[in-house]
């Protein structure tokens, strides 16, 4: 507890009387805690009160020349090992989520690097609103935390989801956050880790093409997992509409010779390479510079697919002494039985499993429910957000890599 600091972000919501207790009770543990309040805020709690509880000032503007911090929107999150926004409202979620920076907390969060954790509050209609959710997802996707509102009786007198979460719940999540960064902290140091992730496209002309339905988000959070435990990350990824983690080399790549050759080029020196992209299995055999013509006379057309080169074949032929090679699998049907021969024809050390059909899992969420496959067992895991199955992932890995040496 000594020296960790918690940074709490608390915005103009009717449950930030709470966060009083909050405050107290991780004060009260050692952890040093600094709070920001919005403007709307402060109606609610006067910020002598969180001072007095966190035997810190409180920061309620950018320029009032008041506190300590010259520029304060940057040394509180240098100070901080987490940031806590709780109750955050539904503006906050959408100024973090456009980039928004036009206040003290705003600016905070957007000059952040540090593991962020969002408590949401407010009427059931404004979370359950299409913009807000879209926030949420997007926030989600950035590697935050969102630690989810509960249903009842709220302050509008409104039923339904939207009441902050137990402050237990808020507490432990902190805390919990706090001991995983210690633990995973330069888990992956002088680590080179090698990721794909994303469709391959196959194009057919300048309009039409072959892919499949993934989105890179089980690539792109390993990615930043792997980053977070201190590797060297290079992430090759196809066409995706996602943000470039923080810190992570990216090498795009559109079809699957492409992500072929960017794969070999980097892997040769990486100690774990991770094949998470969707591969089409084939590409059109003739394609065509300029856009096809419908021929109106025709109700059918053919084209001859040829096979694309299996990448996770090649690396697992061509693996390293002490390289680990992780490949994913997926299935909609006999999963364990499918993935094993796949683990075993591939000659990797890891495989990741999952069934389409399985709710929570599958292209596009941001929960995945998988199977570990290893030369000598199968573990199979609850659901999950896909960084925390890529810390994971890169753990086993990283126990493999020991046993191999």
Known sequence: MENRNILIGITGSIAAYKICSLV??????????????????????????????????????????????????????????????????????????????????????????KPILVAPAMNVHMYENPATQANLNTLRLRGWQVIEPESGVLACQDTGKGRLADLTTIEHAIINLLEQQNSDQDLLANKKVVISAGPTVESLDPVRFLSNHSTGKQGYAIARAAQKMGADVVLVSGPVHLEKPQGVRLIPVVDARQM???MKQESGDADFVIMAAAVADFRFKETFDQKMKKENDRDTITFELVKNPDILASLGANKKPGQVLCGFAMETENLDHNARAKLEKKNCDLLVANNLNTEGAGFGTDTNVVSLLLKDSTQHLGMQNKEELGRTILKTMLQLQKGQA
């Open 260 to 262: 072929e050759e960017a």
């Open 24 to 113: 107290s009770s991780l004060s009260k543990q050692g952890y040093n805690v600094k709070v920001i309040e919005t403007k709307h805020a402060t109606a609610f709690i006067p910020p002598l009160t969180l001072a007095a509880l966190s035997h810190h000032d409180v920061y309620t503007d950018e320029f009032n020349g008041e506190n300590e911090a010259l520029i304060p929107h940057i040394a509180l999150t240098k100070w901080a090992d987490v940031f806590c926004i709780a109750p955050a409202d539904a503006n906050i979620l959408a100024k973090a989520a456009t980039g928004i920076a036009d206040d003290l907390l705003s600016s905070a969060i957007l000059a952040c690097n």
